[in-house]
């Protein structure tokens, strides 16, 4: 592993509660990211985001990742795979992860810290020079 670590902060017009829920719950994902998910807020608990589900199984989008850690609207970390259209990066025994960090900005305004770190030299080498998760939410690091 190496010590590439894509970092990005943003300010979300909405309050903390809110932006907890869009990224913790079903639903709340649902309004902003992939098609279809599969979230279980707990240790080890899936965190599973789905882009295309015409495609068969496991090449639907984030399967096998889960929640690492959280705490309650102030952190969440999951493990995180490469696109289906990246195979020998995506059925690599490894896995990156993101952080994620939640402060509220008085009562109507988030920061989210998002950081994805874990990178493995040889995918860095390959031509990994975006984390995926910022290129599908339109964010540029």
């Not at 913790?24 to 985001?49: M, Q, S, W």
């Not at 402060?103 to 995918?123: F, M, P, R, S, Y």
Request: charged fraction near 20%; proline fraction near 5%.
């Amino acid at each position: 592993m190496n010590s590439k670590k894509i970092h990005k902060t943003v300010i979300l017009s909405a309050p903390l509660k809110t932006i907890w829920w869009k990224w913790t719950t079903h639903e709340g994902l649902k309004t902003f990211f992939g098609v279809d998910n599969r979230i279980e807020l707990a240790l080890v608990g899936p965190y599973e985001i789905f882009f295309l589900l015409d495609a068969r199984a496991g090449a639907q989008g984030g399967e096998g990742n889960q929640v690492l850690s959280f705490l309650p609207e102030q952190m969440l970390t999951f493990s995180w795979n490469a696109p289906p259209t990246i195979p020998e990066i995506r059925n690599h025994h490894h896995k990156t992860w993101v952080v994620l960090q939640f402060k509220a900005i008085g009562n109507e305004q988030t920061e989210l810290v998002l950081d994805h770190l874990g990178w493995l030299e040889c995918l860095v080498k390959n031509g990994i020079k975006l984390s995926p998760i910022l290129i599908m939410l339109g964010i540029r690091s």
